[in-house]
């Protein structure tokens, strides 16, 4: 089993920044892709970015240069730095963890509002 467990959500006015955190716990395979997902009020789950245990990254054009994920793969954790925030980035936040080694390995955390103001 795998525990996600994130934090760093909040309240920030637009153009203001936060950074999310996601740290596993539990049986982590050592490949495997973690990420950040988005979901708002009325609107479908989408990807905000993920990166590799190899260090490769993807994003959503939407957050591309504005946003920046990381790993420290020694702590097993995810970040997520979001900088000149937008009132269109207001979501809860949820962060996942998959693996190409096991076929139902995919797990996600509880999620985190993330709000801006405009």
């Known amino acids: 089993q795998v525990q996600l467990v994130e934090s760093g959500g909040g309240l920030v006015q637009a153009g203001g920044s936060l950074r999310l955190s996601c740290a596993a716990s539990?049986?982590?395979?050592?490949?495997?892709?973690m990420g950040w997902y988005r979901q708002a009020p009325g609107k479908q789950r989408e990807l905000v970015a993920t990166?590799?245990?190899?260090?490769?990254?993807n994003y959503a054009d939407s957050v591309k240069g504005r946003f920046t994920i990381s790993r420290d793969n020694a702590k097993n954790t995810v970040y997520l730095q979001m900088n000149s925030l937008k009132p269109a980035d207001t979501a809860v936040y949820y962060c996942?963890?998959?693996?190409?080694?096991?076929?139902?390995?995919?797990?996600w955390g509880q999620g985190t509002q993330v709000t801006v103001s405009s």
């Open positions: 996942n963890l998959r693996s190409i080694l096991r076929s139902n390995y995919n797990y």
């Open positions: 539990g049986s982590i395979l050592s490949i495997n892709t």
């Open positions: 990166i590799t245990s190899g260090g490769s990254t």
